[in-house]
């Protein structure tokens, strides 16, 4: 709702589309101490996300939703995913997409805690 030019533009090109809506992005939200207590020190990586963290315009906020990588999880394990495919009115494209109606944070965050620890210095 931030942006209706730029949905327009997207919802009217051929690309195939994913929308995860808040609401379901909500499962992939983290706390800042735990998130830091459990990678700060285990890769480069890990580092980089947590110093971003800090440094960001809102750092200071202690909660945040990972919807980005909630949505990439959900592509790259779709097992972890419950989706619709809804078509959009035809002022906005008339088209099929992929709408995400819940999906597994839990198991989103172990693969994404796993594939950082996995990382070397």
């Not at 499962?27 to 947590?50: H, P």
């Not at 078509?87 to 995400?100: A, C, D, L, Q």
Request: aromatic share 8%.
């Amino acid at each position: 709702m931030m942006d209706m030019q730029a949905l327009d533009v997207v919802l009217n090109t051929p690309v195939e589309l994913h929308i995860i809506p808040n609401n379901v992005a909500r499962k992939m939200e983290v706390a800042f101490g735990d998130t830091y207590q459990r990678l700060a020190g285990t890769s480069r990586v890990a580092d980089l996300l947590l110093r971003r963290w800090e440094e960001h315009a809102d750092g200071g906020r202690n909660q945040r939703v990972l919807w980005d990588l909630g949505l990439i999880q959900a592509i790259i394990h779709p097992k972890w995913a419950t989706t619709e495919e809804i078509k959009t009115s035809p002022e906005k494209g008339n088209r099929v997409i992929t709408f995400y109606t819940d999906i597994d944070g839990a198991a989103m965050m172990r693969d994404f805690c796993d594939d950082l620890l996995n990382y070397t210095r």
